[in-house]
């Protein structure tokens, strides 16, 4: 598609007449796409709907923490737009582009995350210390680039299992991790930690012989330091021992 081309398209699905269908399309499937116990963030989100294609600052949520609630939406699979201006304002735009995919992520069990926790001897992957009692099991697999036979049950997970799928990092690391993943698989360009350019395996491109989605998909994960924090941090030792 040419760049002209891209620009029409682009300037039609921001026409008045398709932002009307949109929130029309959209209202109705509100409480389904975020559960109807979604009631701090679904008020926001209708905000941003009844104002499709239009700037919202932040402060008119009146939430202490609207950037959850911001994250929450597009882990929902909307498009938005934000820009940040002096005095800490921030504004966010919806645009009118159907949800690409409903991110469902998924819970473990209370046993099986102890015995993660003890495969993974309480190892906090982020800092390679002693993780606190907040760190949680991330899946180094990211859940945006699973599809329908992506999931697998965790009741009969062995060690080795445990060892593969899983690595131990804080709540906030998670959700930062999220926001890279979703930035890699929108634009092809794996993310990095603090600008670092390594990669253990592969480049700072997703290799596009590879799937984007399923479980093929996860080859081209591998490398990346959000990926398998221990084994970048272990290559990137191992490479700097060597020189």
Partial sequence: MGLIELIRKAK???SESNIVAFKARIKPQVKKIFGAGATVTIPIFLR???????WVCNKVFHNENPQR????IKESGFTLVTKFESGR???HMLLPFDPIKSFTYEQIPA???????AV???INAFTGEIASTSCLPDHKFSE???DKDTPESNESLTEKDMLAKFQIVPESINQAKREVCRKCFQTGKRGMLNGIKFFYKGGELWDERIPKLGKEAEAGCV??????MLAWRNALHKKTRSK
Avoid: A, S
């Fill in 89 to 91: 304002k921030t504004y």
């Fill in 12 to 14: 039609l699905c921001l």
């Fill in 144 to 146: 945006i680039r699973w």
């Fill in 48 to 54: 941003l709907l009844n104002h499709c294609g239009e």
């Fill in 223 to 228: 490398g990346c330091f959000w990926y398998d």
């Fill in 120 to 122: 993974h001897k309480g």
């Fill in 111 to 117: 046993p099986i995350r102890r015995r993660i926790f």
């Fill in 69 to 72: 609630r911001i994250q929450d």
